[in-house]
């Protein structure tokens, strides 16, 4: 089986991508959100020429095809074309689950099945109590029972969103929650290690567990500075896509809990190669997934197939103001929550059926051979 085509349906901040092989096998991915548009142009310039009409039947020829990629586009490396290299390997695995008629999960040795949330906020520009009151709400009308919330201001060079914000988000949020809720903190970069040390403490008197990237990520000796000084776990690699960086940021256990994104890092089999690294030095594994697209089912997946997997999924809370775009990407929303739980079905690929109203309205593109 080769890769005769290989067509993108594009709207600014999504683009996914219908694999189909010389046999007829078709399967569908998605490349990495934001700026989709740029990506599945850089798909089509620097992804496909390299891989169409190679082999495509098993796991090790896609890992050999993306390190092709990576290999004759060795002058362009980083985040651009591994988020088009996400399309590829996403559309491949969908590809074989439908072919074998199994979940991808299985084919990764996992089992489908219901697995435990996180609500995890977006937003800063939400007061302390309004964020403790949705929260509440959702503990109610979902039994979500874990909840990220956000300190300091992104990439904020040591200042919060308003001040006094973190210090008070802190202590609202615990004495809103049932106690029973677990609760989990993301400062985006935004601290010095002073700063991120002397929030942690408060974060350790507030039963808060999980403290995620406290200082800038591109400067690991800062995190690993909290990171010995805390008790709680700090967490971190969100925006790391390098395997040569997830290897140091493992070896050296700059953090506690690892956050790989499968669509930043190029898609689910160089996300697998990153929890296995984890996996060998004890470390768990709870990917960032920030947005209800193809990103949350890849990864929902990945948490029910690695024996590292952290406590939950991160499942974001924001609706339409905050992400319009991620409106009607599916058919039979894949998203329902009961009991805090979300379900990964039996389904073969990914288990999903975009929205062809969606892709009807999108720009297409396609790059083939006869
Ligand atoms: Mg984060």
Not at 138 to 147: H, K, M, Q
Not at 175 to 184: F, W
Not at 251 to 268: A, E, H
Not at 295 to 315: D, Q, R, S, W
């Amino acid at each position: 089986m080769k890769i005769k085509k290989l067509e993108t349906f594009t709207k600014p901040f999504v683009s996914f991508l219908k694999i189909t092989s010389d046999t007829g096998a078709e399967g569908y991915g998605q490349m990495s959100t934001y700026h989709a548009d740029i990506t599945a142009q850089i798909f089509h310039k620097q992804v496909a020429p390299w891989v169409l009409g190679k082999s495509c039947n098993s796991l090790e020829d896609i890992e050999d095809l993306e390190n092709l990629v990576l290999e004759k586009e060795h002058k362009f490396p980083g985040s651009y074309i591994l988020r088009a290299i996400a399309g590829l390997d996403t559309a491949w695995w969908d590809m074989k689950g439908k072919l074998e008629n199994k979940p991808v999960v299985s084919l990764i040795n996992g089992n489908p099945g219901k697995l435990k949330v996180y609500g995890s906020s977006m937003k800063r520009d939400i007061t302390p109590q309004e964020e403790a009151d949705r929260f509440m709400k959702l503990e109610d009308e979902c039994g979500i029972s874990a909840f990220k919330f956000r300190l300091g201001s992104e990439c904020g060079r040591n200042i919060d969103e308003w001040p006094g914000r973190s210090e008070e988000i802190i202590k609202i949020i615990n004495k809103n929650l049932d106690p029973s809720s677990e609760k989990l903190v993301d400062a985006n970069s935004c601290f010095t290690p002073k700063r991120a040390i002397e929030l942690g403490h408060l974060l350790e008197e507030n039963g808060i567990n999980h403290y995620e990237e406290p200082c800038p990520y591109w400067e690991p000796e800062q995190t690993l500075e909290v990171t010995n000084a805390l008790t709680i776990d700090v967490t971190g690699g969100e925006q790391d896509c390098d395997l040569r960086i997830w290897r140091d940021i493992i070896n050296r256990k700059i953090v506690n809990i690892v956050q790989p994104d499968i669509m930043y890092m190029g898609g689910l089999t160089r996300a697998l190669k990153v929890a296995k690294m984890a996996e060998e030095k004890s470390i768990i594994c709870t990917p960032h997934a920030a947005n209800l697209s193809l990103v949350t089912i890849c990864t929902m997946h990945l948490l029910k197939a690695i024996p590292n997997a952290g406590k939950y999924l991160e499942f974001s809370i924001e609706g339409e103001d905050y992400y319009p775009w991620q409106k009607n990407l599916f058919l039979n929303n894949p998203f329902k929550i009961d009991d805090g739980k979300i379900m990964l079905s039996e389904d073969p690929g990914w288990g999903i059926t975009i929205n062809p109203q969606w892709i009807e309205e999108s720009n297409y593109a396609v790059s083939k051979i006869d």
